[in-house]
């Protein structure tokens, strides 16, 4: 559409290298100004608050470890004797204990094992928001290169409309001699004219609301600019089939996740059965006593109480819990291996579900080049249509309603070159995302 633009401009008497020297320059001031895709997506990664989120929570997570690597608080306990108690020590006043359990041999490592990988997969989750992001943000940016593509391209088509409208006013008053034109054609053009300048104010409108949506992925202002880099709208596909689905399998964060969590569970497993072992407790007991008189005479019918010493007595103990009831720890291992087995198979849809997003992602790019090509193709051909109708129109011999409808026609062809690239460079992104190439 530039070509006839620029064609007309020069039907009304334009300078030729003015103009392409105007065009020059903003496409330079464009490129100077344009922040690359990567600095955008650091951004994101650096501010998103969804993400922030997902990390806060995983280093919440990491604090679990320790608490499960000590051993239960040691019992101290207190006894008074209202009645002071006759032993042959001596009358017992105080009674002080102190316990320590110390669960089975390896319990707490198993522990902490588990939730290293709950911690781990909980990061993972971390990563996948990531990449969620990073895909969300490639999208909007192509988007907003959608909607400016197309204002861009109903501008030149506004001022094309304005061209033939003054082509199709100068033949009515009698511009070209023998050459009678029509008001008809001018007021059809009005009427073209009036409906593109809606058309670029519904893509301003658009245009305004994916930023809104950009910035606020990057959570900056939602009235900053976004200036697009348009280089990044020639990336080609340059991976495999078998170098994508190798990648899922050793680096999409759901995959990697599940082969976590598995892990976990089989830890679940051995602190289950480590639970139904026995525990182990340590204790000492610490006895005062006071001096006690004797009582009584030897050889009275009462009998003879020697008298106490008042000894204070230290008593180390032993004990070990008898954990008889089997049914719940038996349960508990077979819950875990349950999960475990889970894992296995939520991994194995997981992988066939992203086997066929794979698949869907190169169809995608294979129809945005198809349809790229035929686009291309036809505005070609239409241009060419386009510059032989205007030639015959100009000299009083062509059809005006064919060459509006040619003109609409290349309008149309031009937006859809566009749609297509940008569909090619959405599905890139898509498979990106699977292969949790971030940047």
Not at 45 to 60: D, H, I, V
Not at 163 to 192: C, W
Not at 267 to 279: D, F, Q, Y
Request: one cysteine or more; hydrophobic letters at 40%; a negative charge.
């Amino acid at each position: 559409m530039r070509g006839y633009r620029i064609m007309i401009k020069e039907y009304l008497g334009l300078n030729k290298c003015m103009l392409g020297l105007f065009l020059s320059m903003v496409l330079l001031i464009n490129a100077s100004m344009a922040q690359s895709l990567e600095d955008y997506l650091v951004e994101a990664g650096e501010n998103n608050p969804g993400l922030k989120a997902k990390y806060a929570f995983y280093m919440s997570s990491l604090e679990k470890v320790p608490q499960l690597g000590q051993l239960p608080d040691p019992e101290l306990s207190f006894g008074f004797f209202l009645k002071d108690m006759a032993t042959l020590m001596g009358d017992q006043q105080l009674n002080v204990s102190i316990k320590q359990r110390f669960p089975w041999f390896g319990t707490f490592q198993s522990q902490k094992d588990e939730a290293s990988l709950l911690a781990q997969a909980n990061y993972l989750e971390f990563e996948k928001a990531k990449d969620e992001l990073y895909n969300q943000v490639k999208q909007s940016y192509y988007q907003l290169y959608l909607w400016s593509h197309h204002r861009m391209i109903a501008e030149e088509n506004l001022e094309l409309l304005e061209a033939m409208e003054r082509l199709a006013l100068n033949r009515f008053k009698g511009g070209i001699p023998g050459v009678k034109g029509k008001m008809t054609d001018v007021l059809r053009i009005q009427s073209k004219s009036k409906e593109v300048a809606a058309l670029i104010e519904e893509y301003e409108e658009e245009m305004e609301l994916e930023q809104v949506k950009f910035n606020q992925l990057l959570n900056r202002p939602i009235d900053q600019k976004v200036n697009v880099d348009y280089s990044v709208l020639e990336q080609e596909m340059i991976w495999q089939r078998q170098v994508i689905m190798d990648s899922i399998r050793t680096q999409n964060p759901d995959i990697i996740k599940l082969d976590v969590m598995g892990e976990a569970y089989q830890k679940r497993s051995e602190v289950a059965n480590k639970a139904g072992l026995p525990s182990i407790g340590i204790g000492l007991d610490y006895m005062v006593n006071s001096p006690r008189s004797p009582m009584g005479e030897i050889g009275n019918g009462m009998g003879y109480i020697p008298g106490g010493m008042g000894h204070n007595m230290v008593m180390p103990m032993v004990s070990l819990s008898l954990p008889i009831y089997r049914k719940k720890y038996k349960a508990a291992i077979r819950e875990a291996e349950r999960l475990r087995e889970l894992s296995i198979y939520q991994k194995e849809q997981v992988l066939n579900s992203l086997e066929f997003q794979m698949e869907q992602g190169f169809k995608q790019i294979k129809d945005a080049e198809r349809n790229l090509k035929l686009y291309q193709d036809q505005a070609a051909l239409l241009q060419r249509s386009f510059d032989l109708i205007l030639a015959e129109y100009s000299s009083g011999e062509g059809d005006f309603e064919e060459l509006l409808n040619v003109q609409q026609e290349l309008l149309d062809f031009e937006m859809k070159i566009s749609e297509a690239i940008v569909n090619k460079q959405k599905a890139i992104a898509q498979l990106e995302r699977l292969m949790a190439k971030s940047l």
